[in-house]
């Protein structure tokens, strides 16, 4: 079946590093990635997302790369800030509107 | 601003009440999705609906029904309460002709 995966649970950094979190996916038939970001007590917040026709998206700090060949697809966060202190998903489309998503990786800032 | 809310943040029930979790948008987006979400085991799809009146089973739909009466809202129903349904309940919606769900401040549920 469908399973997205995350290689790091838990990634420490400190304020100002660049930060890079990991997901592995495996359905290659997948055409749409999206990355998720869940502060504690709160539903995730879209951060960026990308198509497979693309293998480089940016965003305010933030840059989704895809490599299809390996299914791998990572999140680098630029200058990380304290505020970026949170878990990190990433999701699949599986099927019809449905996303299957990863178990997430938290990241940890610290001052 | 897109906003999906939930009617609960924290939620306690005893084993065997039923329980109704209501979720509410206002982006008259089509599709809305129930999940729960749990350490270790990311978010797991219960249920989804793609109009009023249509739902679709999730991957775990077992001890669970959804109602959706109006396009707006979708209502979670846990028809005798267990405690193994102690969760975080996400809600979400997409409209039809995009890609991104977005996703409710969630309830957290405990069943005793």
């Known amino acids: 079946g469908e399973s997205v995966g995350l290689h790091l649970p838990t990634l420490s950094v400190q304020e100002g590093d660049n930060s890079i979190i990991n997901c592995a996916y495996s359905?290659?038939?997948?055409?749409?990635f999206i990355w998720y970001k869940q502060e504690s007590g709160k539903g995730p917040q879209f951060i960026i997302d990308?198509?497979?026709?693309?293998d480089k998206r940016q965003g305010q700090r933030v840059t989704v790369l895809l490599n299809k060949t390996v299914k791998h697809l990572s999140l680098q966060i630029a200058a990380t800030q304290p505020g970026d202190s949170a878990v990190y998903f990433c999701?699949?489309?599986?099927?019809?509107?449905?996303?299957?998503f990863g178990t997430g990786t938290r990241l940890l800032v610290s001052p | 601003d897109v906003k999906v809310t939930q009617s609960s943040r924290y939620l306690v029930k005893r084993t065997g009440e039923k329980v109704f979790l209501e979720c509410v948008q206002d982006?008259?987006?089509?599709?809305m999705f129930w999940y729960r979400q749990d350490p270790g085991l990311g978010l797991r799809l219960i249920y989804f609906s793609y109009d009023v009146k249509m739902k679709e089973k999730g991957d775990i739909p077992e001890g669970y029904s959804v109602s959706r009466e109006k396009k707006e809202r979708f209502s979670l129903i846990l028809e005798s309460a267990s405690t193994n349904q102690t969760s975080m309940y996400l809600c979400a919606s997409l409209a039809g002709n995009t890609d991104t769900q977005y996703f409710g401040p969630g309830t957290r549920l405990t069943v005793l």
């Open positions: 982006m008259d987006h089509e599709n």
């Open positions: 359905n290659s038939a997948s055409d749409y």
């Open positions: 999701a699949e489309r599986g099927g019809f509107q449905k996303l299957v």
């Open positions: 990308i198509r497979s026709n693309m």
